[in-house]
């Protein structure tokens, strides 16, 4: 069966970096686009960036400039190095299998906080 499971979240100062990690199984993760998406406190969902399967590389202009989507084929896994990291960043940061209008499979999230 299909599993998303992010990592490496955490509690980051202002200006700092962060790598999260979405090690995927049950699919062929190579032929996906895979999507990063976050939900901040009282929030709803918003896109942050996304990967094709060639390797093409969408962001939001939220992010763009700081944050960086590559992946691990080989490892069958998905990153998203953050840095210059702002208290409005703080979120819970999911992957899902797919372009942003294409989510069929959604990991548990990690918590992501950016604080002095």
């Known amino acids: 069966q299909v599993q998303l499971v992010e990592s490496g979240g955490g509690l980051v100062q202002p200006g700092g970096s962060l790598r999260v990690s979405c090690t995927a199984s049950?699919?062929?993760?190579?032929?996906?686009?895979m999507t990063w998406v976050r939900q901040a406190p009282g929030k709803g969902l918003e896109w942050v960036s996304t990967?094709?399967?060639?390797?093409?590389?969408y962001y939001a202009d939220s992010v763009k400039g700081r944050f960086t989507i590559s992946r691990d084929n080989a490892k069958n896994t998905l990153y998203l190095q953050m840095n210059n990291l702002k208290p409005e960043d703080t979120a819970l940061y999911y992957c899902?299998?797919?372009?942003?209008?294409?989510?069929?499979?959604w990991g548990q999230g990690t918590q992501v906080t950016v604080s002095s």
């Open positions: 899902g299998r797919g372009g942003l209008s294409a989510i069929d499979y």
């Open positions: 049950g699919f062929t993760f190579s032929i996906y686009a």
């Open positions: 990967i094709a399967s060639g390797d093409s590389t």
